[in-house]
């Protein structure tokens, strides 16, 4: 349960930059899922309208066209019929056998019921001659003989309902017209059928839901070109923003260790000029007294303690100035800084130290220099407190992607006990990364956590920190 939490406080705690994309586009998908629907909507009613209006034109085409046939079929009877009695078999026999006669189209028949529902007529259905059909229903249940009956005593009209077709024997949806010879007692009519109109119609609702469905693929194509486009401009500004802010804060770490830099100079011009001739006066003055103490055993042990304290102090206030600032760093280059850095460091330690270096073909700059300078200062320092290191080799050289630096020693590497690690560990690392990323380079460190014995460190400089020959021809590495 509590991961659960846990999983959905995560899901909540989105970024900045993430918030402002959810607020750009979460309307924007809103406004075309609205938009899609507004449409599809307005489009299906458009379109069922439009639909409805050319089936009702199709189908009032049909009517008028049965209503003519009808028509030719009384005009050819009437003569038959306005002479004959109400009885008179013969002339009705006559009729029957005429309007049998009269077939058009591949369907179309005229037909006749007497209004007892007896059929009379039908040529191209001639099972249904001589039976009777009362309460006759299609497939839908909707009457047939009893409303034409009803249709043609009324004075004539319209009908639908599914019937067979003749020519296929499939059953289709047909409109008739029928009207009624009052006199004999009958009720005549012709039919046509409408597949063709409800195909026409079918087809038509199908292309409109091609078209419906097409423009929705366009609003969401187009849609997402838009959220494509917004998260693109997004990924552009915020890269841009992010370059420019690594590219100032690239800019603050430099003058951060120009200022560092330049801070550490002016500490050891004031502890080498200042404070420790300051002592150096003090010892020459106490070394004077004594001489002029004369045979007083106590005064001049006591002075010769205070002497000897003040050498160790003097010495001291000069290693912390060569730490903090070395002059031969400036004066004669970064190998003979490196060489005077490892013989502290083995005097002082007592750990091997092999230092190797080769003169390069061009000079490293000042920003070079002092940042490896600063890097193997702090390896240094790592193995004189963690490495339990018995030697260390230090090489300085050249390659053709410019200065190499490598530190390497036989320690335990970095693995002290957990105890011994603090919440500034791993600072002078990061110090070390960000020296070298400062100059475009790279930094390795392999240590016995992959395996290895001891601890390797790698500083990379290119080639654009190196000076041509000829401008520093005094100089060396």
């Known amino acids: 349960m509590m991961g659960l939490f846990s999983r959905m406080r995560d899901m909540i705690n989105i970024s900045y930059g993430q918030k402002v994309f959810l607020l750009a586009t979460l309307p924007l998908i809103g406004a075309v899922f609205l938009i899609a629907l507004v449409v599809s909507a307005q489009s299906r009613q458009l379109a069922e309208r439009e639909i409805q209006a050319l089936e009702a034109q199709l189908i009032e085409t049909k009517r008028a066209e049965l209503k ?54 039908a040529p191209r259905q001639t099972y249904l001659i001589g039976k009777n059909w009362t309460g006759l229903e299609d497939l839908n249940g909707t009457p047939i003989t009893d409303e ?83 998260f693109m401009t997004g990924m552009f500004l915020n890269l841009r923003e992010r370059r420019l802010a690594d590219a100032k804060l690239k800019q603050l770490t430099q003058r951060i260790f120009d200022t560092q830099e330049e801070e550490r100079g002016r500490v050891a011009r004031e502890l080498h000029d200042g404070i420790s001739q300051m002592l150096v006066g003090v010892r020459y003055a106490l070394e ?138 791993g600072l002078g690392l990061r110090n070390m990364q960000e020296r070298i990323e400062q100059l475009g380079g790279t930094l390795r460190i392999l240590s016995a956590r992959t395996g290895t014995t001891g601890t390797v460190i790698e500083a990379q400089v290119p080639l654009s920190h190196m000076l041509r020959p000829q401008n520093t021809a005094k100089e060396s590495a």
């Open 288 to 425: 004077l007294t004594r001489r002029k103490v004369g045979d007083d055993a106590g005064i001049r042990d006591s002075l010769n303690k205070g002497i000897d304290g003040l050498g160790s102090t003097i010495q001291e206030v000069r290693r912390i100035s060569r730490d903090l600032r070395p002059g031969v760093l400036d004066d004669l280059g970064l190998g003979p800084a490196l060489q005077a850095l490892t013989d502290d460091f083995s005097t002082r330690t007592g750990i091997a130290v092999e230092f190797e270096t080769v003169v390069f073909r061009n000079r490293l700059d000042q920003e070079a220099r002092i940042a490896l300078y600063r890097i193997a200062q702090e390896a240094l320092t790592n193995i004189e407190r963690h490495a339990e290191a018995g030697t260390v080799q230090v090489s300085l050289k050249g390659n053709r992607k410019g200065a190499n630096l490598r530190i390497v020693d036989d320690g335990i590497g970095m693995t002290w006990p957990q105890q011994e690690r603090r919440p500034s560990a």
């Open 148 to 230: 034409l009956i009803r249709i043609a005593r009324t004075g004539g009209g319209y009908h639908s309902f599914d019937w067979p077709k003749p020519s296929t024997g499939a059953t289709e949806r047909m409109i008739v017209y029928v009207n009624g010879l009052q006199d004999w007692r009958w009720a005549i009519g012709t039919g046509v059928f409408i597949d063709d109109v409800l195909e026409n119609v079918a087809a038509a609702r199908a292309d409109v839901e091609t078209r419906i469905t097409t423009t929705s693929y366009y609003i969401v194509g187009i849609a997402i070109a838009a959220l494509i486009a917004v």
């Open 68 to 121: 003519n046939y009808l028509s030719i079929a009384r005009t050819a009877v009437v003569n038959t019929y306005g002479r004959a009695a109400p009885d008179d078999e013969e002339a009705k026999l006559a009729v029957s056998r005429e309007l049998a006669a009269m077939l058009y189209g591949q369907d179309g028949y005229f037909f006749v019921f007497d209004y007892e529902g007896n059929n009379l007529v």
